[in-house]
Every structure is written in C-alpha cells, then in structure tokens.
Nanobody, 119 residues
Framework: QVQLVESGGGLVQPGGSLRLSCAAS????????MNWYRQAPGKERELVAA????????NYADSVKGRFTISRDNAKKTVYLQMNNLKLEDRAVYYC????????????WGQGTQITVSS
C-alpha cells in the first residue's frame, strides 16, 4: 500500500521557520522525483519545490527561492522541506507528491499538512 505521510506543519509567526517531512512507503522511493505542492484558500494547487531522484537537482517556485530548501534521504525514504523566513502568503496546505514517468505518469499524493503564518 502506497503511503506518503507529511508531518511538521503548524502555526508560525512571520519570519519563522518550519521543517516539513514526508515519509514514503509502498513504492520504490528512489525512482521517483519528489515534489512539494501547496494550495492556499481559493487558489489552485501550485508546485513549490522539486528534487530529482538522487537529490542532485532541485527546482523552486520564484516565490520561495532563497527561503525554502528541498532535500531527500533515499535510505530513510523521506523528503524534507525546510522553510525559512516564512511570510503571510506562505499560508496553505502543503502536499507531498511523488512522480515518475514510465510510459505514462505515475504519481502519489500525501494527505496534506496545514501551515499557518500569523502574527
């Protein structure tokens, strides 16, 4: 059974930091690009950060560049999102996503974790 379980969400003040974790099971984690998406109230889900299978390549949305860092530990089957200098506009539900292309796209989603940035 495929599972992606996020943790680390919560309430933080502007300028604060949080670290999200996503623990994977039930599939070959090291073969999947791992992504963090977020969805704010009334907005579409957007890609925040991505990391390649071996962790050597990363990509970020312009809105989080320089503040967020994605990383992965294939031995632990876990992907992380370190979020620094959080802003009010970072408030959203954050989702872990695993994606692989093998003739067609295979992807899995976590259940999401809420990040609230408020003073």
């Amino acid at each position: 059974q495929v599972q992606l379980v996020e943790s680390g969400g919560g309430l933080v003040q502007p300028g604060g930091s949080l670290r999200l974790s996503c623990a994977a099971s039930g599939f070959t984690f090291s073969s999947y690009v791992m992504n963090w998406y977020r969805q704010a109230p009334g907005k579409e889900r957007e890609l925040v950060a991505a990391v390649t299978t071996a962790g050597r390549g990363t990509n970020y949305a312009d809105s989080v560049k320089g503040r967020f860092t994605i990383s992965r530990d294939n031995a632990k089957k876990t992907v992380y999102l370190q979020m620094n200098n959080l802003k009010l506009e970072d408030r959203a539900v954050y989702y872990c996503n695993a994606k692989r292309y093998s003739g067609s796209y295979l992807e899995y989603w976590g259940q999401g974790t809420q990040i609230t940035v408020s003073s």
